[in-house]
């Protein structure tokens, strides 16, 4: 089984903090996700990327960068936090295959900035 | 600008009953939908998807149709269960700089009622 793991399930941080989040995944996939989810919204991409040191920006980057230094690992990083950046951020993993691909979601992160 | 929509922020359903879930996209260019489910303080579990060269995809209680020249595509849940109360989100996948990428909608929330 893929298994998708994030580093904090609950985050409080003040407006001005830097804010790391961890995401791990076990399988070997090349592609990592990070999104967040907010009501009414869906999910929106933050950042994607599709190999290791390799980073796209998704359709909200602004405000975040990320880090891929290892094959399973991704993270997210909010450089000074805002109170506009509270929101569930969720990650996910991904093999590239044409006819059957899915991306594994991990448990997510529930940020909050006061 | 919103490339996949879910209409239907909400329904409920009795028991046993069928659960038509709606999705409408704009691109022409997706070649791969999917369907997932979000339980609160989850992420989401991928459930079902389909190609774009295909108009039915089937899994047990859960069936995707696609209408390309609509550009609808439907899950179909017979028979409803309460344990399917949930959000549910359609995602298309897309090709951006040689890289797999997904557009989620908004979600809709199912509620089966025992």
């Known amino acids: 089984d893929v298994k998708v793991t994030q580093s904090s399930r609950y985050l409080v941080k003040r407006t001005g903090e830097k804010v790391f989040l961890e995401c791990v995944q076990d399988m070997d996939h090349e592609n ?83 | 600008d919103q490339q996949v929509k879910q209409n239907s922020p909400s329904l409920s359903v009795q028991e046993g009953r069928i659960s038509i879930l709606n999705c409408d996209y704009t691109n022409s260019m997706f070649d791969y939908f999917l369907w997932y489910k979000k339980y609160p303080a989850e992420g989401p579990t991928f459930l079902i998807s389909i190609s774009s060269i295909k108009d039915k995809n089937e899994d047990g209680r859960f069936t995707v149709f696609l209408n390309k020249s609509a550009k609808h595509l439907s899950l179909h849940i017979v028979p409803s269960q309460p344990g399917d109360s949930a959000v549910y989100f359609c995602a298309a996948r897309t090709v951006i700089s040689g890289t797999y990428k997904y557009i989620f909608g908004t979600g809709t929330r199912l509620k089966v009622l025992a």
């Open chain 1, 32 to 114: 990592m996700f990070w999104y967040r989810q907010d009501p009414g919204l869906g999910l929106r991409l933050i950042y994607f990327s599709y190999d290791v040191k390799m980073k796209e920006k998704g359709d909200i980057p602004e405000g975040y960068s990320v880090s891929r230094e290892k094959k399973e690992r991704f993270s997210l990083i909010l450089e000074s936090a805002s109170t506009n950046q509270t929101s569930m951020y969720l990650c996910a993993s991904s093999l590239t295959r044409r006819d059957k691909e899915t991306q594994y979601f991990g448990p997510g992160t529930r940020l909050l900035v006061l």
